[in-house]
C-alpha cells in the first residue's frame, strides 16, 4: 500500500475514528472530519493539528439523511482527493426499547446500514475515478451470528458485512481496496453500559493501531482484537441447542 | 461496585467509577469523596478510596496546543507521558522530567511532583509546568500558574488530586537533538563509591544507580551506576516502543525468593565484565526499562508488593545508607528493584513535594510475613536521619509519621476541595480524631 497522506473520515467524533485520525495526524496527514457534533469536532481539530496534522478540514450535519449525504459529500470531495476513507458511525441501540417501540428499528436500520450504503457508494465511486485508494468500514463482531440481546443492531452489521463482501468482490481487481473492520467488545463511551470488567475489553488506541496496520497490509477483514476471530468463530459452529442455553 | 487496586496490588477497594469523554462530563459528587485517577501507577493508597466516586481521566487525552518553536505542550490531563513523547519527540523536545515509568498521566505527574535521573540539575516536573486548569466544587474553574492562584498551585503540584481535578496543563518541554543517549554503566563497590562517582557525574544530565540489597559484609553497597546524556545526531524519528514481553498472570508466591533473587541479584552484579561499559542508548530504554515488561508488578505474586521510598539528607547519608542497607540485606526480604539516585538543591514550590538534597533509595519487597516490622525498621533509621519517605510509592506509612516528615501537610489540607479525598488522605486525617 503505498503511504496516506490525505484521509476523510465519516463519524470522525466516534471513539475508534478519532483515535485513527490521531495516528494519521501523527504521520503529517491531510485530514477531513464529518459529524454531526460541530462543538466536538473543533476540540478534535485543535487536537490533532496539535499532534502534527498537516490541515484538518472539520465538516459537520447529519450523516444519515439522504439530503445532507448529498451535500456533505459534496463539500468533502470539491478539491483534492483521498487515500483513505473511514466510515466510524453508528448506533448502538438497547434492544429491549426497540421490541417495545418497533418503529424504532428503522430508524437503526438507516443510521447503521442504510445510510452507510449510500456513503460507501459514494466515496467508492470517488476513489475508483483515481483507481487508488481505501474504504475501510465500520462493522461489528454482533453480525456474525444473531442473539437476542442485540439482534437488531447484530442484523444492521449483518447486512453491511454482507455488502461489504460484494462490494470487495465488485472492485477486486482495482486500484480500490475494501476493509471491514469487525471489533469486539471495546471500552468507549457507546458501551459505557456495560460492565466492563474481564479481558475480552479493548481500548480503542489499541484498536485504532489493529486498523492502521490492517490497511497499511491490505486486508480485506479483519477482527480487533485479533482474538475475536477465534471466538466467533466457535460462535458461529455452535449448535443451536448449546447456542440457545449460552448467556450472551 | 467494581473492585479496583493500584500497582502495588496490596490494597483493594470498592467504589463506584466514572469514566467522563469530555470535560464537561467530569462531576465532583457532592453525596461523597471524589478522587480523580489516572493509570494508578502510584503503588500505595494515594489513588485509591472507598466507596467514593473515582474519576478515571484516562479518556481526557487531547492536546489543546503544542508550540513547537517554544516547547510548550497544553493538553488534558488524563494523557499518558508516552502519548506526550510520540508527538513532542518527531518535533525535537523532549519532556523536561520524567519518572522510570512512561504510563503515567500529565495529571499524575502533577499530583505527585514526580522526579527523574536528572533531579541533581533539573529539580521535579513543578518547575515546569506553567499553568492548570484546577475544577473544584466550591469554585469556578480555577487557572493556576506559579505566580497567579500561587497558592493553589503548590498545593496542587505534589498535592496527591485533593485540591480538585486537574482538567488539563501546560507544560515547558527540554530541546533534543536525538533519541539517542550515550551512556556508562560503573560498577561501584560500596557506598562511598556510589557518592564519589555521584559527585563526579554532576555535570551528567542523567545519573542512577542499581544497588545489590541483597549482598552483606564487604560486598554492602556494591551496585551499578548508570549516566546519560543524549547525543546530537539529529535523528528524530519515533519508533513506538515494543512491549517485548507480557507477564499474564500472578507468579505463583513461591518463585520470587530470597534464593532467587540472590542468584539474580550475583549474576546482574557479574554480567558486566568491565568497570565501565559505555554504550548508545535508545531513550526508551535506558529512561523507561521496565516498560517494555507488560505488568511486572504480576511477578510478586497475587499478594501483590510494596515499595519503600526514602530520601536522606546529604550530610548524614553514607551512614544512614549503609544502615539502611545492613537491616534489608540481614532481613534477606529486599528485591533486585532497588534504586539509588542523588537529589539536587533544587526545592520544588510543591507542598508535599518528596525530594530533597540528598539520596534516595528505593525498593521493593514482596508483601510477605514480617514485611510491615523490616518497613517500621527503616522508618526509624529514616526519621533518627531527618529523611522523608514517598506517599506515592507507599501503602503503608504511619500517619503519625508522615505529618512528620511533611509538616505542610495542614496548609494542603486547607486547600483540600471538601469533595475529594483518598484512601490515604482518610488514613492521614483519622490519626487527627483518634
Not at chain 2, 565501565?276 to 511477578?299: A, G, M, T, V
Request: aromatic share 10%; proline share 4%.
Amino acid at each position: 500500500m503505498k503511504k496516506i497522506n490525505s484521509v476523510l473520515i465519516i463519524g470522525a467524533t466516534s471513539s475508534i475514528a478519532n483515535e485513527v485520525a490521531r495516528l494519521y495526524a501523527v504521520q503529517k496527514c491531510d485530514l477531513t472530519l464529518l459529524a454531526r457534533n460541530e462543538e466536538k469536532l473543533k476540540e478534535i481539530k485543535s487536537d490533532l493539528t496539535a499532534r502534527g496534522a498537516k490541515s484538518v478540514k472539520c465538516l459537520s450535519g447529519n450523516l444519515a439523511s439522504k439530503k445532507t449525504i448529498e451535500e456533505l459529500f459534496t463539500k468533502a470531495t470539491a478539491s483534492g482527493s483521498y487515500d483513505l476513507v473511514l466510515i466510524a458511525y453508528g448506533v448502538l441501540c438497547e434492544q429491549e426499547k426497540m421490541e417495545q417501540k418497533p418503529e424504532l428499528i428503522a430508524d437503526v436500520i438507516n443510521t447503521n446500514f442504510t445510510s452507510v450504503t449510500l456513503w460507501c457508494e459514494k466515496t467508492v465511486n470517488f476513489l475508483n475515478e483515481k483507481n487508488n485508494g481505501c474504504l475501510a468500514v465500520i462493522g461489528s463482531v454482533a453480525g456474525d451470528r444473531g442473539r437476542k440481546k442485540n439482534y437488531v443492531y447484530g442484523s444492521t452489521k449483518a447486512a453491511l458485512d454482507s455488502y461489504l463482501q460484494g462490494l470487495t468482490q465488485r472492485f477486486d481487481d482495482t486500484g480500490v481496496h475494501i476493509l471491514t473492520i469487525k471489533p469486539g467488545f471495546i471500552d468507549t463511551p457507546m458501551t459505557d453500559k456495560f460492565d466492563k470488567g474481564g479481558p475480552l475489553w479493548a481500548k480503542p488506541e489499541d484498536v485504532a493501531q489493529d486498523i492502521v496496520k490492517a490497511i497499511d497490509k491490505n486486508k480485506r477483514v479483519i477482527y480487533t482484537p485479533w482474538f475475536w476471530f477465534f471466538i466467533m468463530f466457535v460462535i458461529k459452529q455452535l449448535p443451536y441447542f448449546i447456542f440457545k442455553r449460552l448467556p450472551i | 461496585m467494581p473492585k479496583i487496586t493500584s500497582w502495588g496490588k496490596v490494597c483493594t477497594v470498592d467504589s463506584s467509577i466514572a469514566y467522563p469523554a469530555t470535560l464537561d462530563d467530569i462531576k465532583i459528587a457532592k453525596n461523597k469523596p471524589n478522587l480523580a485517577i489516572g493509570l494508578r501507577r502510584s503503588y500505595g493508597t494515594s489513588c485509591l478510596l472507598d466507596n467514593g466516586n473515582l474519576i478515571d481521566m484516562n479518556r481526557l487525552r487531547n492536546v489543546i496546543s503544542f508550540d513547537n518553536k517554544k516547547g510548550i505542550f497544553h493538553a488534558h490531563a488524563g494523557i499518558s507521558l508516552a502519548e506526550i513523547l510520540s508527538i513532542i519527540i518527531p518535533a525535537g523536545w523532549f519532556l523536561p522530567v520524567t519518572p522510570g515509568t512512561k504510563f503515567v498521566t500529565l495529571g499524575g505527574a502533577i499530583a505527585n511532583d514526580v522526579h527523574g535521573k536528572n533531579h541533581h540539575i533539573n529539580g521535579t516536573f513543578a518547575k515546569y509546568v506553567k499553568s492548570i486548569e484546577l475544577q473544584r466544587s466550591d469554585t469556578p474553574l480555577t487557572i493556576c500558574t506559579p505566580t497567579k492562584n500561587k497558592q493553589m498551585f503548590n498545593a496542587t503540584v505534589g498535592g496527591l488530586g485533593l485540591t480538585g481535578v486537574i482538567q488539563s496543563a501546560k507544560i515547558q518541554l527540554i530541546p533534543i537533538r536525538s533519541t539517542n543517549l550515550i551512556t556508562e554503566d560503573i560498577k561501584f563497590y560500596n557506598i562511598d563509591d556510589f557518592l564519589t562517582l555521584s559527585e563526579e557525574s554532576n555535570d551528567w544530565p542523567y545519573t542512577v544507580a542499581w544497588v545489590d540489597c541483597m549482598s552483606q559484609g564487604h560486598s554492602l553497597g556494591q551496585g551499578i551506576f548508570s549516566r546519560g546524556k543524549f547525543i546530537e545526531d539529529d535523528e528524530l524519528e519515533y519508533v513506538p516502543p515494543q512491549q517485548k514481553l507480557s507477564i499474564p498472570f500472578d507468579v505463583p508466591n513461591f518463585v520470587l525468593n530470597t534464593a532467587t533473587v540472590k542468584m539474580f541479584n550475583y549474576l546482574y552484579y557479574r554480567k558486566q565484565f568491565d568497570d565501565i561499559k559505555e554504550r548508545l542508548q535508545n531513550y526508551d530504554s535506558f529512561f523507561y526499562p521496565l516498560d517494555s515488561i507488560h505488568s511486572w508488578n504480576r511477578l510478586y505474586g497475587k499478594n501483590g508488593f510494596y515499595q519503600y521510598q526514602c530520601v536522606i539528607p546529604k550530610k548524614d547519608a553514607k551512614d544512614t545508607l549503609e544502615e539502611l542497607l545492613d537491616v534489608i540485606s540481614s532481613s534477606g526480604q529486599g528485591s533486585f528493584l532497588a534504586v539509588l539516585k542523588t537529589f539536587g538543591s533544587i526545592k520544588s514550590s510543591g507542598l508535599l513535594s518528596f525530594p530533597m538534597e540528598g539520596v534516595t533509595l528505593a525498593l521493593d519487597f514482596k508483601n510477605s510475613d514480617g514485611i510491615l516490622d523490616l518497613f517500621s525498621k527503616l522508618d526509624d533509621i529514616v526519621v533518627s536521619a531527618k529523611g522523608r519517605l514517598y506517599p506515592a510509592k507507599d501503602g503503608r506509612i504511619p500517619p503519625a509519621l508522615f505529618k512528620k516528615f511533611y509538616p505542610k501537610w495542614e496548609e494542603l489540607e486547607d486547600c483540600r476541595d471538601s469533595n475529594i479525598n483518598s484512601k490515604f488522605w482518610q488514613s492521614v486525617l483519622s490519626d487527627e480524631k483518634n
